[in-house]
């Protein structure tokens, strides 16, 4: 199936793009070509269809918009989320900062930085290169603006494929000599760094996306150097058609800033606890928030009952869907939600993995396990698995699952990277916020 299809060219239309004035003609037909250069090229189709919206928000060059920033989910449905994440980065992408030679973006719309996965690097740079190399062929360009064109395509030089390379060195904007081709990053996932002293955190998404997980984590640059990364599925990270555990664990490991701490949430908590069992020595502490690893309570009806409800939900099974949000504590309607339900479908069973705990105790690793008072079987869990561990307990009621979002969550957690060795003992219930 073709990426320039009716549909999405009636949208475009349907937005004014055909009576917005771009290089010699209007910005629909630059979109047109810019998404058939990529087709020449051997573009997948999601880059494709990134390439026939791309600037959709409005580039730092082309700030004329087809939509607003609140209205991304539009855009998503006609084009996915990964196309839609690609359009979203290359017209929130600082040029000034890319070219100043850091491997980070920056994004012009917040002003946060972020490291782009290898895969996206790679698509970023070649929408870059088949947008510019349009304006080179339909615009009038002196000597200055072909340098600074042949500039930016050639940044991303270490990711073009092989036809835009040849493309860009045959056109009038190439430098006289090959530009440097080393790329950086992991190759399939992106991550947002923040802070630039202290500690090293990982914090390490569920089901949920980063975006809503972790926004209320981000004061803690101020004391933390954060690292968050989007796991497998999630874009701007490699795409997925399922949650899986068990690559998971081997992307967090990978992605692990040396030795370190590492926060993790729901379904992440699951590959942390793997990761950390298979390599204990990479861990500084490990925070494990609501942990769905019932298989350390199986007499327990409460949690089997959670865990008959999460398995009916991954099912799709309609009865199970609101009952399951609330327990996530996902909003019903947010976009965020349809991507988390997509990726929930059919994932790999938490009850699959069996990390050996006792590892983790012999290697006196500091742990600590929260949750947030809000269901019986979610605390038998949590108190099951920290005896399991020799851990610490939390429990921080307010947010139901998303215990992360209480404010006296950061605090915990300050205290308890600073000193992760203080009170490995299981505490039963004593730490009750």
Known sequence: MTSLQPDRLAWLVARGADRIAHLSGNLLEHLQRTARRLEAWGADPVLVAAGLCHAAYGTQGFPTALLRLDE??????????????????????????????????????????????????????????????????????????????????????????????????????????????????????????????????????????????????????????????????????????????????????????????????????????????????????????????SWVAPESEEVQQLVALARAYARGAPEARGAFLQLAALPLQHPETVRTEQLARNFRDPDEAEPALDTLRRAGMAVAVVSGDHARGVEILCDALAERLGARRWRIAGSGHAVQRCPAFNEHLANFIAAPHQGLQFEGRKDVT
């Open 72 to 293: 991304r989910a539009a855009l998503r449905e006609l084009l996915g989320h990964e196309a839609e994440a690609i359009v979203y980065a290359y017209c929130a992408c600082d040029r000034a900062h890319a070219l100043a030679g850091s491997c980070e973006l920056r994004d012009r719309f917040n002003g946060q930085h972020w490291l782009p996965s290898g895969r996206m690097s790679r698509q970023l740079a070649e929408l870059t290169a088949a947008n510019e190399l349009d304006v080179v062929e339909h615009a009038p360009c002196d000597a200055a603006q072909l340098a600074g064109i042949g500039a930016l395509i050639g940044r991303g030089a270490a990711h073009l494929s092989q036809a835009a390379w040849a493309a860009f060195r045959a056109s009038a904007c190439a430098p006289g000599r090959d530009a440097a081709r080393g790329p950086a990053g992991d190759p399939e996932l992106s991550y947002l760094e923040l802070g630039t002293d202290g500690a090293r955190v990982v914090l390490w998404h569920g089901g949920g996306s980063p975006e809503l997980t972790w926004s209320r984590q981000h004061s803690l640059a101020t004391q933390f150097q954060l690292r968050i990364p989007w796991r497998r599925g999630f874009a701007p990270s490699a795409p997925s058609s399922a949650q899986d555990w068990e690559p998971d664990t081997r992307d967090l490991l990978r992605l692990m800033p040396g030795c370190c701490h590492v926060v993790a949430h729901s379904y992440g908590a699951v590959s942390a606890t793997v990761a950390a069992c298979s390599a204990p020595e990479r861990f500084q502490s490990l925070v494990l928030i609501e942990p769905p690893l």
